[in-house]
């Protein structure tokens, strides 16, 4: 496994270096400006590519950082602590992405403004709960006969749920003191509002609080309680909080082993918010919010419409649904499967019969032209210019996303323009136009890598259509993998995806890519073990996705914590 150094990039998101490319004269629409992801430690390199010289020491779950919940997992918690309210989404700022996620902890920075967000957000929240209140108040909306009885009730059992395990007796004594204080200068509906948005605005609330119980056996880690595991389960396989039967489980004991975890996991699959919360994680993992930035030239392409970008983003998420709960549920599926989902201008796009307008449709794609999610018209979109494909997008996200060697960022001052298009004796094709990356010295030594994966889907223009010519000239999509344990040639994309689906290292980075999710941080060269544990795991599983997450929430570095010191 090879760590890239580059001198020379390509535009392209947050996975790649710094570059500028010009799609004709004059023009500069495919200029971008972007960071190298990182990990915990800041590079771009993943520190656990490698094997682990001794796992036979004490048990070292690596680091525990305090986290809190992402704007999606807010949401989706206060929907589910106020069932039957419709409640609107309400605006949290996005945390830098750091491969990709929005939950790792070393960038969960709070400010002034995110202070702000939780407090407008507690506020709006209770004005929608209480405009139906009968939804969840166990008595009348003025109290009834015993307010403060009925008040001290709700805020316990919402308090709990909101902290995700029972209250302290201090906090206990604080909120039911608060709403005493408040009853007796107001009325029971204000004083409830305002303690129900001191529940909100907690920390307890907010952040996912760890402390854990008893020492581990062989090591200088704590076990989790039952209710920390509860947390840590429900926002890793539902992106949201715990439903009534794991907090039973977590207060009987029954996540203290291993066996139980698993079984509270394999329940919680079932259900349909592990399909929200699996399709989110390929959400970041994947880009898929990236389709929403595309802007393909209008003169270039007539046919585009808003309506057709939508479709784009939408038919992702159902790709990977669809092929993680009805199909084979593998990685390899993923990047091979000729099943989606379309409508009417998706239908457009791949040459199938289209679905009834306003409705989706399942069919087969030309397995000679579409293969996988690499092949799809919202990732190929997403990874391309204005007017021309960039195989630099999308040989640096296959290099940093699928086989966890991002490329380092070209020095600066370098130029990577290639020559402009039009002009006499200039490059005719696309792929003529980026072999300058490969002509020159300096850029040679990064860009022979990036671009030949990228160079392998030159058979999809920006738009994420099927090409045969380029510009009139035959298009020749080779392209050839180096560093990898799949190296050598390919012709195309569909050889890539099933050079990919085969690959040892693709399948220990998707390990990697899920173990980050799931801790909300950084891999160190302390996840050595845990994570080689897991690559065995998934390899014996043939790469079932789900028996990786499986294998997670019953792995020490998932049901322990490094003790403070």
Not at 191 to 210: D, H, I, K, M, R
Request: net charge negative.
């Amino acid at each position: 496994m090879v760590a890239l150094g580059c001198s020379g990039g390509g535009g392209n998101d947050d996975d790649s270096a710094t570059a500028a490319v010009t799609d004709g004269p004059g023009t500069a629409t495919d200029a971008a400006t972007t960071s190298t992801p990182t990990t915990s430690e800041g590079t771009g390199v993943d520190p656990t590519e490698g094997e682990p010289a001794e796992c036979e020491g004490p048990l070292d779950p690596g680091p525990a950082p305090l986290r809190r919940l992402t704007h999606t997992q807010y949401n989706n918690t206060v929907r589910d602590l106020f069932p039957g309210v419709t409640l609107p989404p309400q605006t949290i700022a996005v945390d830098p992405k750091v491969n990709g996620f929005e939950n790792n902890a070393d960038v969960q920075t709070p400010s002034a403004l995110l202070i702000e967000q939780y407090q407008r957000a507690a506020l709006a929240v209770t004005e929608a709960a209480w405009a139906t209140p009968e939804a969840f108040l166990p008595c009348a909306i003025d109290g009834g006969g015993e307010p403060q009885q009925c008040g001290h009730g709700f805020i316990l059992d919402f308090g709990a749920r909101a902290f995700r395990r029972p209250l302290t007796a201090d906090e206990e004594a604080a909120f039911l003191g608060f709403f005493d204080q408040q009853l007796a200068e107001t009325n029971f509906s204000v004083a409830l509002q305002l303690t129900t948005q001191a529940l909100l605005q907690s920390p307890a609330f907010l952040y996912f609080l760890e402390f854990g119980g008893e020492p581990a056996i062989g090591g200088e880690a704590v076990a989790l309680t039952g209710h920390e595991l509860a947390t840590r389960l429900s926002y890793f396989l539902w992106d949201s909080m715990p439903d009534a039967q794991l907090f039973a489980a977590a207060a009987a004991g029954d996540l203290d082993t291993a066996e139980g975890l698993a079984a509270e996991a394999m329940r919680m699959l079932e259900d349909a918010r592990a399909r929200s919360a699996l399709v989110n994680f390929h959400r970041q993992w994947f880009d898929f919010d990236g389709v929403a930035l595309i802007n393909p030239d209008p003169a270039t392409y007539p046919n585009y419409t808003p309506d057709l970008r939508a479709a784009m983003r939408a038919e992702l998420d159902r790709f990977v649904e669809s092929t993680l709960f009805e199909g084979p549920g593998t990685f390899a599926s993923l990047l091979t499967s000729t099943e989606t989902d379309v409508d009417a201008t998706l239908a457009a796009l791949y040459g199938v019969d289209p679905p009834p307008p306003g409705e989706w449709a399942p069919v087969l794609l030309d397995s000679s032209q579409r293969s996988g999610i690499l092949t799809r018209a919202g990732f190929l979109a997403r990874t391309a210019h204005a007017v021309h494909p960039s195989p630099v997008k999308r040989g640096v996200f296959v290099l940093a996303r699928l086989l966890c060697v991002p490329p380092a960022p070209p020095p600066a001052n370098v130029n990577t323009n290639p020559p402009d298009e039009g002009q006499p004796g200039q490059p005719k094709t696309n792929r003529e136009r980026y072999a300058k990356h490969t002509a020159q010295a300096d850029c040679a030594s990064c860009h022979t890598t990036i671009d030949g994966v990228g160079f392998g889907f030159e058979h999809y223009d920006a738009l994420g259509r099927w090409r045969d010519l380029d510009n009139g000239e035959p298009v020749d999509a080779s392209g050839e993998l180096i560093g990898t344990d799949v190296d050598g040639a390919f012709d195309g994309a569909l050889e890539l995806s099933e050079k990919l689906a085969t690959s040892t290292q693709a399948h220990n980075c998707v390990v990697s890519q899920v173990y980050r999710y799931a801790l909300g941080r950084g891999t160190t060269a302390d996840d050595l073990c845990s994570l080689g544990d897991l690559r065995a795991q998934f390899a014996a599983a043939s790469g079932d996705v789900r028996a990786l997450l499986l294998a997670v929430v019953t792995s020490d570095a998932f049901r322990t914590r490094k003790e403070a010191p």
